[in-house]
């Protein structure tokens, strides 16, 4: 099993910008990639970023040029550093890891809200 725990979001004004980490513990040495992804009220759940563990990134078009995923594999964590935020940012930001044999794990979530 491998556990994910995310840590900041919170509340930020229309172009402001906020960092998202997550920790993995666990059985993490089955994880390959790690990424984020984010879900609005009555949307689906939609891939924001998500990054190999040799540094291969993937973006969606709607984040290009305005997030940046990072991740350290020896402290077993990856981050996400968005900036130039707008309203319709606004989401609940997952966490997630994706085993070798294809098997996804998940953060519990944390909310990120862009006021207009």
């Known amino acids: 099993q491998v556990q994910l725990v995310e840590s900041g979001g919170g509340l930020v004004q229309a172009g402001g910008s906020l960092r998202l980490s997550c920790a993995a513990s666990g059985s993490v040495f089955v994880i390959n990639v790690m990424g984020w992804y984010r879900q609005a009220p009555g949307k689906q759940r939609e891939l924001v970023a998500d990054?190999?563990?040799?540094?291969?990134?993937n973006y969606a078009d709607f984040v290009k040029g305005r997030f940046t995923i990072a991740r350290d594999n020896a402290k077993n964590t990856v981050s996400l550093q968005m900036s130039s935020l707008k309203p319709e940012d606004t989401a609940v930001y997952y966490c997630s890891a994706r085993s070798i044999i294809g098997r996804y794990y998940w953060g519990q979530g944390t909310q990120v809200t862009v006021s207009s």
């Open positions: 990054i190999t563990s040799g540094g291969g990134t």
